[in-house]
């Protein structure tokens, strides 16, 4: 399992804002507490990872598909996503959803994923003023 420092330094790669504001500490409780981490290292160095938050029998959301930019192009995300998706279908889980960045549609669609329509159901929650 990675470490909340090592998550860092991946997330500090993509330009995602917030996210290591949680700091070394409560990232590794968010990893230790997924269903399933798929890690790649070089040495000691952790390079790429995803992973799969889930119930374990029927919702499942791949999220944190990242590869350290150096590495990319080389097949190793495309295996972690294999990896991740197989753990699903092993577990026979229906509703495998996916946190993707926009630009990046086109990369899973090869591993069967769809773009929702723009009319189909799903939200964000981003307004957090009601508390």
Request: proline share 4%; glycine share 8%; aromatic share 12%.
């Amino acid at each position: 399992m990675p470490s909340g420092e090592s998550f860092i330094k991946l997330v500090d790669s993509t330009g995602w804002n917030g996210i290591t504001d949680k700091g070394p500490k409560r990232l590794t409780e968010a990893l230790r507490n997924s269903w399933y981490v798929v890690s790649a290292f070089e040495e000691d160095e952790l390079i790429a990872m995803g992973r799969v938050i889930s119930d374990g029998v029927f919702q499942a959301l791949i999220c944190d598909l990242i590869v350290l930019p150096d590495y990319q192009g080389r097949g190793i995300g495309s295996e972690i996503m294999r990896q991740l998706l197989s753990k699903c279908y092993e577990n026979d889980i229906l509703m495998v959803q996916l946190f993707a960045a926009k630009d990046k549609h086109s990369y899973y669609k090869k591993f069967g994923f769809e773009a929702r329509p723009t009319d189909a159901p799903g939200m964000r929650w981003m307004n957090r003023d009601i508390f």
